[in-house]
């Protein structure tokens, strides 16, 4: 070729230190206001959740009757309940809770959902439409429904099983409950949690797979384990962060709703569900029982989805355009 | 074929500068272009990709995208200068006096919409005709663009038709309510080579049919050589050299269009002689080198090229030839 | 296309069997005798009686082993009957029946509120995009997504009261053209709409940057018809086919919206179906709400093609 003679300082070198990926996306997050918020206060609520137990001035069991129903004060931050416990400090408990139940579940879940939707999407065929068609199943029956029905219904046996081996050992393992109640709780949790994990992950590792730039891989001769490593892993672990930011708040939620409904984690464990519940037998004379927990939850929420969406668009900027 | 030099000129372009908001600050990606065309006269605009010929013309009719911002100049159409008149003045322009046919027509054509009722909007909003006018007059130009059995294609969607024939279909858009200017942005690049030539016979044709004036952007040179009357060489968001295309290609100046000349493969050349390729990328915008914007890549740059920006200026005895090249201007100085 | 419909039916139905499988063994295996159940709430000593207890256990049945009584369940409900409640003896299809209405009436309320506010919402937003229009619209779907309907619920009920003289709280069930029911729709439609905002607002905003829509602005179309053929159009794919997902929400929702302000419907009856180890209704509405989600489901395919005209051709060749 007859190449003119060329100066290529000005356009080809770069003069700027590369940006990384992760940097990028990091220098978008922090943009990003909204996100800042959100991951400020997810920080807090960790920290609480950590450290809860030294920073209350009461024991969440602690009873004062004689400080029943009591308005928020000084003294009491969010006002105390109908047995005189603090709130505050049940609150803070609650977090604890929540932040357990909402971690636990989600690795579980990540796990199973990773796991299972990166297999079915290498290795295709009949694994892969199995689990398909329990993604599909598990993502069509009203979750919500299906996994209250598991809490009901597994929770009088197990108790009972307990209570058996209680008699038998006396162990007094066996006595406490609490085990019973995460044990549902987190397994019919997770049971409903992992599927949209498997669709995003076999989504992405087909997506990937397909692409030209991992075709030329292939063409240069690079192994399949090396293109797992380089192409693969850091494509999918983007969508599946947001995902993970977003299903720590959906836990969470889900949490308080068993509570709710009677079938999450059981009284006096607070949890921010069985408080909201209790609330709401009285709210028309002691509104603070209500508000504290509700606000609480709706905070830690609200919390998650900033983040999350701030990830996606830290992460996936070709998305948010 | 020049248009007469005492006729005002159909679109006269002066100073249009363009900048897009990047992180680190505006930076400028159309740097005081100045361009004209003349009634009926036909203008080849041509340049590598990202020189800032497509974001040209869609700033003319106010469509360029969110980040990017008109900074100063004028666009005189007709008289009136468009970058200033008010939107409702700007919508008549629009598909009504200035025609545009843009370069995918898969992704210009709206997927979910059949193509007779793409072509009727114009019809309907700037000839106030009714639906059943409209239809008539879409099917007229399906025929005039030379689409076969046009009465059963006005209801076909756009995936139901071919590259080829979806340009066709961007044409008659462009031409419903026979605008004064058609501007044709790079409208062949999505095609075949072979339907490229049909497309470019089909828009010579047309011109002289309709009597309008036309700006077509491309990077081929070659390609539209028999269509054009003139030609607007840009570099780097500035024109460099702008000509007549029989002088353009008998006389080329500037360094970067003799370039760009010597890069079109020719069929009588020797089996041995080797297409020569201009060297170097063109600058980023935010990173336009202080004088002449092609001198980091010019083999003949001198200092003064380094320094200061050239400016437009009429090469000597010809007619209608500029070049924006201080060495070429320096040369011809000593030759005269 | 009756094919296809059919073909989509018989695929629902081994996913279906399949959890009704595992809510029956999990009402065989886990939830107790629900003879025992049944008398001791009765009067007298009966369910102390292990004699006269494994008598009515044979008579009804209770004693074959567990896949011959879940399939001669399964072979009842293909003859439309139900089996009856284990608390009230009631039929299990009049207690549907009698609660189902409230539930179909309060969703469609929903659905429909949520398809005539959200999608202008998501539009507004996206076409606003990064101004303090779409930040308020966007902040204000975030926030609503993150609030629960048990949340929300009684805090609205709060605040009206507050507002409202005479402290009469919206409790119960009227008919959908009675007032009380605003509340209740309102909070049942609070995620729904969070959820299609945003996806109409991302939509919008990917349509927004297509080539076509510059093509329309370019023949010099009037902005406000740019907005609804050209944008709204192809916006609707993506958001009809969240419908399933909608379903979902809001099958979801109406358990604790029902259960908050006393609506006799299907949430309500699902929450004292659990509380009682009902499991023949427990039964019935876990089959009620699979088939919504999949006919949502089913309905999006089928308005699929008369929205995209381009997913015409592979629905014909399936």
């Known amino acids: 070729m007859t190449i003119t003679p060329v100066n ?22 922090v943009r990003n206001k909204l996100a800042v918020a959100g991951l400020a206060v997810v920080v807090l609520l960790a920290f ?60 579980i879940a990540v796990a199973i959902g990773v796991t299972l939707g990166a297999m079915a999407g290498f290795f295709g065929g009949l694994f892969d439409r199995t689990v398909m068609w329990f993604t599909d199943m598990t993502m069509s029956v009203p979750n919500l429904l299906l996994v209250v029905v598991i809490n009901a219904s597994l929770k009088t046996p197990i108790t009972a099983w307990m209570e058996a081996r209680y008699q038998a050992t006396l162990n007094p393992f066996y006595r406490e409950t609490i085990w019973v109640d995460f044990l549902l709780v987190f397994g019919s949790m997770a049971l409903i949690s992992w599927p949209p994990y498997a669709r995003l992950v076999r989504a992405q590792v087909l997506s990937i797979r397909g692409r030209p730039y991992v075709t030329a891989a292939r063409a240069l001769g690079l192994t399949n384990r090396l293109i797992l490593m380089r192409y693969i892993v850091p494509n999918a672990i983007g969508p599946l962060i947001v995902s993970v930011s977003a299903g720590l708040g959906t836990a969470m939620v889900l949490e308080s709703a068993f509570s709710f409904l009677g079938v999450g984690v059981n009284p006096p464990t607070p949890s921010w569900g069985n408080m909201i519940s209790d609330g709401l037998r009285v709210w028309q004379h002691y509104p603070h029982l209500l508000a504290a927990p509700a606000a609480v939850l709706g905070l830690a929420t609200v919390a998650f989805s900033f983040l999350g969406d701030g990830l996606n668009d830290a992460l996936n900027p070709r998305g948010s355009k | 074929m020049t248009a007469p030099e005492i006729q005002k000129p159909l679109l006269d372009v ?6 897009i908001e990047t992180r680190r600050g505006p930076a400028v990606i159309v740097d005081g272009i100045n361009l004209t065309v003349g009634k009926g006269e036909t203008v080849g605009v041509v340049g590598e990709s990202g020189c800032g010929k497509s974001l040209t013309m869609l700033s003319l009719v ?83 663009v030379g689409i076969p059995g046009p009465e059963q294609r006005i209801t076909a969607y756009p995936h139901e038709l071919s590259g080829g024939m979806r340009q066709r279909v961007m044409i008659a858009m462009g031409l419903a309510c026979d605008p004064e200017l058609l501007i044709a942005d790079e409208p062949t ?18 011109r002289k049919k309709l009597n309008m004036s036309v700006v077509w952007i491309t990077h081929d040179l070659a390609l539209i050589a028999g269509l054009v009357d003139r030609v607007a060489v840009l570099y780097a968001g500035t024109v460099v050299e702008d000509a007549p295309v029989g002088e353009l290609f008998a006389r080329p100046t500037h360094p970067y269009t003799r370039g760009l000349l010597a890069s079109i493969p020719k069929l009588s050349d020797e089996r041995a002689s080797r297409l020569s390729s201009i060297g170097g990328t063109p600058p980023e915008p935010g990173r336009r080198p202080k004088g002449c914007p092609f001198a980091p890549r010019c083999a003949l740059a001198e200092a003064v090229c380094h320094e200061r920006v050239p400016a437009l200026e009429p090469v000597v005895g010809s007619n209608g030839h500029r070049v924006a090249c201080f060495v070429a201007q320096r040369q011809m100085m000593e030759a005269a | 296309m009756l094919r296809y419909i059919a073909t989509r039916l018989l695929l629902w139905i081994p996913s279906v069997l399949l959890v009704m499988l595992a809510v029956y063994a999990m009402a065989y295996f886990g939830a107790g005798d629900p003879i025992k159940l049944i008398f001791l709430r009765a009067p007298g000593d009966v369910a102390y009686n292990p004699e006269k207890i494994e008598a009515i256990r044979d008579a009804a049945g209770l004693n074959r082993p567990f896949l011959v009584q879940f399939g001669s369940y399964i072979l009842n409900l293909i003859q439309g009957n139900f089996g009856n409640s284990l608390t009230s003896g009631r039929s ?65 009920m709060v605040l009206l009261i507050l507002i409202l003289p005479g402290g009469s709280v919206p409790y119960g069930w009227g008919g959908i053209f009675d007032v009380r029911i605003l509340l209740p729709l309102l909070v049942l439609s609070f995620q729904p709409i969070a959820l299609i905002v945003r996806q109409t607002r991302a939509a919008v905003i990917e349509v927004l940057s297509e080539d076509f829509v510059r093509t329309a602005r370019a023949k010099g179309v009037p902005e406000m018809v740019v907005a609804f053929r050209h944008i709204l159009r192809p916006v609707l794919t993506p958001v009809v086919t969240q419908l399933g997902l909608i379903m979902i929400t809001i099958v979801n929702g109406a358990i604790f919206v029902e259960l908050v302000f006393g609506l006799p ?53 399936r």
Request: charged share 20%.
């Open chain 1, 8 to 29: 290529l300082s000005s356009s080809v070198a770069d003069d700027e230190p590369p940006v990384s990926l992760w940097r990028d996306a990091w220098h978008r997050l």
């Open chain 1, 48 to 107: 609480v959740a950590v450290f809860g137990p030294w920073l209350t001035p009461y024991d969440f069991l602690t009873q004062d009757l004689n400080a029943r129903n009591q308005a928020p004060s000084l003294a009491h931050l969010f006002g105390t309940d109908d047995l005189g416990r603090d709130v505050f400090s049940r609150v803070v408990y609650g977090t604890r809770t929540a932040f357990v139940v909402a971690i636990v579940v989600t690795t």
């Open chain 2, 14 to 19: 002066r100073g249009l500068t363009i900048e």
């Open chain 2, 62 to 144: 106010r469509l360029l995208p969110n980040k990017i911002k008109v900074k100063g100049g004028t666009a005189e159409f007709a008289g009136r200068d468009l970058l200033r008149m008010s939107k409702s003045e700007l919508r008549q322009v629009r598909g009504g006096k200035i025609g545009f046919v843009f370069q995918d027509p898969m992704t210009s054509l709206n997927p979910v919409m059949r193509i007779g009722d793409q072509l009727c909007e114009p019809l309907i909003y700037h000839r106030s005709m009714n639906k059943a006018e409209a239809r008539t007059r879409a099917i007229e130009l399906l025929r005039l």
């Open chain 2, 189 to 206: 690049t999505a095609l075949d080579v072979t339907i490229q030539a049909q497309i470019v016979d089909l828009v010579k044709d047309l």
């Open chain 3, 92 to 156: 299990v299809w009049a207690m549907v029946s009698a609660a189902a209405p409230v539930s179909f009436k309060l969703g469609l309320c929903a659905v429909v509120l949520t398809a005539v506010v959200a999608v202008p919402l998501g539009m507004i937003a996206a076409m606003n995009q990064n101004t303090k229009v779409d930040y308020a619209i966007l902040g204000s779907a975030l926030f609503l997504w993150a609030i629960p309907a048990y949340v929300a619920g009684p805090l609205l």
């Open chain 3, 265 to 317: 419907g299907l949430g309500r009856l699902t929450v004292s179906a659990l509380t009682n180890s009902d499991y023949p209704v427990i039964l019935a509405i876990t089959l009620i709400g699979s088939f919504l989600v999949m006919l949502s489901n089913l309905l999006v395919d089928v308005l699929y093609p008369l929205l995209d005209p381009r997913a015409n051709d592979t629905m014909r060749s």
